[in-house]
């Protein structure tokens, strides 16, 4: 995979065809492709945070906040009557850019564990405004939103068109972080996590590499919490529960650290393991918390790193 | 004209006994309240930041280490009937809880990046809170207070268990202290924080220093859980505020630091405390996250902390 020199491999596209396809496959239900939806979601937004994570060493503990923010952002434009799926993409990355850009001033200055707790914190701030501001509805936050529009006339109001909205999100977001991990820029990033003194003393600055990264970080995954707004027709709040960034977290783990495509998988794999555990028995946290420890112990590379344990078993090897 | 004096006498007079109550009845009591609250927590950030310096791993089921103590609690208070006995076997079971776990869990993990005990803490806390819930149920649950009745303290009557409470957490951190210095267990433990693979090459067991620590630091919490319980309400949840306010104490005491983080324990208890007298409880919230924010933006590595150790 990584000899490939274009930012998009033909094995990208067949993936993009196959889940374009997939609401066509007779068992695509209404549930399931919303569910679909959600998972594509998560797994964008996973994959935004393993520019972070994986690439950079930057554990953010408050992605859930540029998720909410921009949820909230398209949900009060929704409200207003303005329905356009641009204006409300374009002021949802505005709110987002400026509040990322606050906490990427600040976090990026600290390292590791200060990073963490920093974008926490910051998180938590934005988590009880929202929470406590009747403005926005409070721990109700904005229901009932009108369903979007693309173009004057084309409404996102079925399942389907929902999930291929947010499928041009995903191609659109694995295309970005895609030219950044290629990039220059991406190189550095990976020199910065594997020896920050190293990199500052061959003369980058540190810091802004760690802003840029964030910010990039940071819209996608509003942008993305914009696109739930729209579909599920509210915002509330516990979008921005510090639980939230963990589950993005527990998604990257769950996929890989540091490769983009795993991420996707592992917040797809969550959403629907939640999804199909909560449906059976209520203590689904139990499981989704013994399946995090498990990946930690004994699988630190994720899912995508069974494909590289099948490939050297024995008996592959000897044929 | 002397009316208009006398008058303004008397108001001077009553303004200033108006302050005087105000100092007594409404600033000492939340003061006190502060202090209480500020020392439970420093118990809680304590067992935090011990178990930074020597994992480094920051201990996200903290919180819910707190929270099964208070549970514990109930059980032993209705196996038992007794909240002193209560007192000393809640403790006991969460620390073993916490040997375990640690045994089972971070061990494996010592040589690897600390991220990955960040969020192998994270898991752990999901699966403490809903077996907790699944076991004890989703509802508010209370304690009832051992201790009855007030004392008059100061000009006002403060309750008796709160008073209570400040004492044995005030015991507890001495004891603590003493234990850090005078003991060897506790000069291994600081040698261990300072220097693991020095300590291991000495001949000590760390490993078996680790574990010890973090069944230690698991006791602590399940304690200072326990004792609050009475005074706030028990729920699977409640290690989630608690949590966030000791990760605000371990980094404005400097990560690492046994002082600091009892210090800055202090701090936010009485600021909180104080500032509920002018706030709703939600901007309080905001305000010692701005307060984190701005000392960690004039220094850095908090109060007591020490440069480069978490840079």
């Not at chain 1, 027709?233 to 783990?253: H, N, R």
């Amino acid at each position: 995979m990584s000899r490939a020199p274009a930012a998009v491999t033909w094995r990208a596209a067949v993936v993009f065809a196959a889940l374009a396809a997939l609401p066509a496959a007779p068992f695509m239900s209404k549930y399931y492709l919303l569910l679909a939806f959600d998972a594509l979601v998560f797994g964008a937004i996973a994959m935004s945070l393993d520019l972070l994570m994986g690439y950079t060493g930057l554990v953010s503990f408050g992605h859930a906040a540029f998720y909410g923010l921009g949820a909230y952002a398209a949900a009060v434009l929704l409200e207003r009557g303005i329905v356009s799926v641009w204006a409300c993409l374009g002021f949802a990355l505005v709110v987002v850019g400026l509040y990322a850009l606050i906490v990427a001033y600040f976090a990026t200055g600290r390292r590791g564990i200060y990073f963490a707790l920093l974008t926490l914190i910051f998180a938590e701030v934005v988590y009880t405004f929202f929470r406590y501001t009747q403005t926005f509805g409070g721990s109700d936050g904005i229901q009932g939103l009108p369903e979007a529009v693309v173009f004057p006339g084309v409404a996102i109001d079925t399942p389907a068109r929902k999930y291929y909205l947010v499928l041009g999100y995903l191609a659109v977001a694995f295309v970005v972080c895609r030219v950044v991990v290629r990039s220059h820029f991406g190189k550095v990033l990976v020199a910065i996590r594997e020896n920050e003194d190293r990199a500052r003393f061959l003369g980058y600055n540190v810091q802004r590499y760690k802003m840029g990264v964030c910010m990039i970080s940071a819209l996608l995954t509003g942008a993305g919490g914009a696109l739930y707004a729209m579909r599920a027709a509210y915002a509330t709040p516990d979008l921005m529960l510090w639980t939230e960034s963990g589950e993005f977290i527990i998604s990257v783990m769950i996929g890989g650290l540091g490769t983009l495509v795993g991420p996707i998988i592992g917040g797809a794999f969550f959403t629907i393991l939640r999804d199909k555990v909560s449906s059976y028995v209520d203590w689904y946290f139990i499981v989704i918390g013994l399946v995090l420890i498990v990946i930690v112990l004994f699988m630190p590379r994720g899912i995508v790193s069974l494909r590289s344990v099948l490939r050297s078993r024995p008996w592959r090897q000897t044929t | 004209m002397i009316f208009s004096r006398r008058l303004h006498r008397l108001r001077y007079e009553t303004s200033e006994r108006a302050r005087l109550d105000y100092l007594v009845v409404v600033l000492l009591p939340q003061l006190l309240h502060g202090l209480v609250f500020g020392a439970a927590l420093g118990l809680l950030a304590l067992g935090l930041t011990v178990i930074f310096g020597l994992l480094g791993v920051m201990n996200f089921a903290h919180g819910e280490l707190y929270m099964l103590g208070a549970y514990a609690g109930i059980t032993f208070i209705a196996l038992t009937h007794s909240f002193w006995v209560a007192m000393l076997l809640a403790p006991i079971a969460v620390g073993v809880v916490g040997a375990v776990t640690e045994m089972a869990t971070l061990r494996p993990i010592y040589r690897r990046e600390p991220l990955y005990g960040l969020i192998l803490t994270f898991g752990l806390a999901l699966v403490f809170r809903e077996g907790a819930r699944q076991i004890w149920g989703g509802d508010m649950r209370r304690i009832a207070a051992p201790v009855t009745g007030s004392t008059p303290v100061l000009g006002m009557t403060y309750p008796n268990y709160r008073l209570f409470l400040l004492a044995a957490a005030s015991v507890l951190l001495v004891a603590i202290w003493l234990f850090f210095t005078k003991t060897r267990a506790g000069v291994v433990v600081r040698a261990a924080v300072q220097d693991a693979e020095m300590l291991d090459a000495l001949g000590v067991n760390v490993p078996r220093v680790f574990t010890l620590t973090f069944a230690g630091s698991a006791a602590l919490a399940a304690l200072a859980g326990l004792l609050l319980a009475p005074v706030f309400t028990v729920y699977p949840q409640m290690g989630v505020e608690m949590i966030l306010l000791a990760f605000i104490v371990v980094i404005l005491g400097g990560m690492g630091s046994m002082g600091g983080s009892v210090v800055a324990a202090f701090v936010i208890g009485i600021a909180q405390s104080l500032l509920t007298l002018w706030m709703n409880p939600q901007r309080v919230a905001i305000a010692i996250f701005g307060i984190m924010i701005l000392v960690l933006i004039v220094r850095p590595r908090g109060f007591f902390g020490r440069e480069g150790v978490l840079e």
